[in-house]
């Protein structure tokens, strides 16, 4: 992981460095629908301990921020943010010898700081297409529990990785830039954590003297529907440092 880190930092170093000669600062809220998807390792989980059956799947969350874009030039730049991000799922228990079914939703809040190199193409005088990726540092607020409505199960997500953890992201999407208005996006974007997010555990009591129990862990992986605009703002002209000759 510091490796990673550590390239990542030498890379903005260079890039920014090298690529001196159209800078533009921009600065833009965004809102990130998030899609319940099977993508990857996301879900549906099921779970069986015979009578005893749950299943955990993604559900409809969402995100909001803002980002700051430092271009380099027209064709690379960087991107970081902060982002409040609600990851939803939704859990069906269910008593397979007596038909006993139950539900509940609980939703794991976490900030995320996402840092991304984007690399742009130009698709017409104002329209843009871009791709990104890079790593994004997550701080999960703290553990979740809920019961289902009858309150004979009971689920509890402890937080796997501690307060802090990592996730990679992409990014792909399309830009309209106007020349007094600023800019319009939409895209998607890929969040997939380094590691499962939370221990998952869920009890039911079928009786004072029969509890079964099941455990999990989930990803807390998720694409998203992303929706910005970037307040306009015009290209950070480059100082020159011209040194005189002395005469003698």
């Known amino acids: 992981m510091k490796h990673t880190l550590l390239f990542f930092v030498i890379l903005f170093a260079c890039a920014s460095s090298a690529f001196a000669q159209e800078r533009l600062l921009t600065v833009g809220l965004q809102v990130k629908p998030i899609i319940p998807t099977d993508i990857s390792d996301a879900g549906p989980i099921v779970l069986e301990n015979d009578p005893f059956r749950a299943t955990f799947a993604p559900a409809l969350g969402y995100g909001y921020g803002m980002v700051i874009r430092n271009g380099f030039n027209k064709s690379l730049s960087y991107e970081v943010g902060i982002n409040y991000v609600k990851r939803k799922f939704s859990m069906l228990c269910e008593d397979l010898d007596s038909g006993i079914t139950d539900k509940s939703d609980f939703g794991l809040v976490s900030y995320e700081i996402p840092n991304q190199l984007l690399v742009y193409i130009q698709l017409g005088d104002r329209l843009y297409m ?114 005189e000759k002395k005469k003698k």
Do not use: M, W
């Not at 807390?220 to 307040?231: A, C, K, P, S, V």
């Open 130 to 243: 871009n791709t990104a990726g890079g790593i994004s540092f997550n701080a999960f607020a703290s553990a979740v529990a809920s019961k289902g409505q009858n309150n004979r199960f009971q689920q509890q997500s402890l937080l796997n990785t501690g307060f802090i953890s990592f996730s990679a992201i992409a990014n792909i999407g399309f830009e309209y830039r106007t020349p007094k208005s600023g800019f319009f996006y939409i895209g998607a974007s890929f969040n997939k954590p380094f590691k499962p997010v939370t221990r998952t555990t869920v009890n039911y009591e079928r009786s004072s003297f029969e509890t079964f129990t099941l455990e999990t862990k989930l990803s807390g992986t998720y694409l998203t529907l992303d929706l910005r605009y970037f307040f306009h703002s015009q290209p950070i002209k480059e100082k020159k440092n011209r040194t």
